[in-house]
């Protein structure tokens, strides 16, 4: 366990400069310009929503997924995308810092374990801004193990020590003036939207339900929605739905290159020109599915 203790939040710096909270409280990160690498956009905000356990072809082309499906038809499909292992928790320490970071299940973490780089410090570092929004999490920044249909197994961002912990939000302070997002964010829906415990009708309508309008309004605001799964069922090799949506996102595109976590991981970092963390250093950006 690493030694350090978590950085200090930025608030109170932040607040001297001027900067004010959006109605979905203060992200980190200061803004500046993007400099994204050849071959991938800038979006305004990207934001990335995980679910649960269900394989490719659970979703893609399922009739319980029919929002899942327009999102498909009218943005980017990636036909070869897989997580890294199981159960859950380790794929998510892959996506967001680039390993699993020694996790090999589900147990709760120590806050703060890792001071590893990570796809936040790295935005944080690069004065980009971040937050995350957590469905059922007790109230911002709350490291608790588990909470109802809340889970920390699905939140890696608790294991850095220098993640400040106020940047993970409640679900309830997404922004309704999507314009006031950071950056990039992550969204975690609690045990039951995400497909854990529910079915893919569920989350897909909660998708719909949440997410839609902020789907709609990524298409000319050049924004991007970004869904993905940690894992499959464990029946279909882990090849899992990965679908990209928004104004930088060539309508009814698709890949068939075989891409993981990894590469999700590096094409975010090399849309806003930071470094790279663990086994991003070593993986492609996603292409092949931009607008010109």
């Known amino acids: 366990m690493s030694g350090e203790s978590p950085r200090r939040p930025r608030t109170a710096f932040l607040t001297a400069l001027g900067v004010t909270a959006a109605s979905a409280g203060l992200w980190l990160g200061l803004g500046g310009t ?55 928790q380790p794929n998510y320490y892959a996506m967001f810092s680039g390993s699993t970071q020694g996790i090999t299940d589900d147990s709760c973490v120590t806050p703060g374990f890792s001071s590893a780089p990570n796809l936040a410090s790295e935005l944080i570092d690069s004065g980009k801004t971040w937050a995350t929004y957590n469905e059922s999490l007790p109230s911002q920044g709350a490291t608790d193990c588990r909470a109802g249909d809340y889970a920390q197994k699905h939140n890696p961002w608790f294991g850095f020590s220098n993640v400040p912990t106020d940047s993970a ?12 997002l950071p950056q990039v964010s992550y969204v975690t829906p609690n045990l039951c939207s995400d497909m854990h415990d529910c079915s893919v009708s569920t989350g897909d309508t909660w998708l719909k339900d949440n997410l839609g309008a902020y789907a709609t309004w990524a298409k000319t605001h050049n924004s991007l929605l970004v869904i993905t799964f940690d894992e499959d069922n464990r029946l279909a090799g882990n090849k899992i739905p990965t679908v990209f949506y928004g104004q930088p996102v060539a309508p009814g595109s698709s890949s068939s290159t075989t891409y993981n976590h990894y590469n999700l991981l590096r094409t975010i970092e090399d849309m806003y020109g930071t470094a790279h963390a663990g086994q991003a250093a070593n993986s492609d950006d996603i292409t092949g599915i931009w607008a010109s």
């Open 34 to 88: 993007s400099h994204a690498a050849a071959g991938v956009p800038t979006p305004d905000h990207v934001v990335v929503v995980v679910f649960e356990n269900h394989a490719y072809n659970q979703v893609i082309g399922s009739s319980s997924a029919p929002y899942i499906n327009s999102l498909v038809s009218d943005g980017a499909n990636l036909s070869s995308s897989y997580a890294e292992t199981h159960p859950s």
């Open 169 to 180: 939000y409640t679900f309830d302070q997404f922004p309704t003036d999507y314009s006031a």
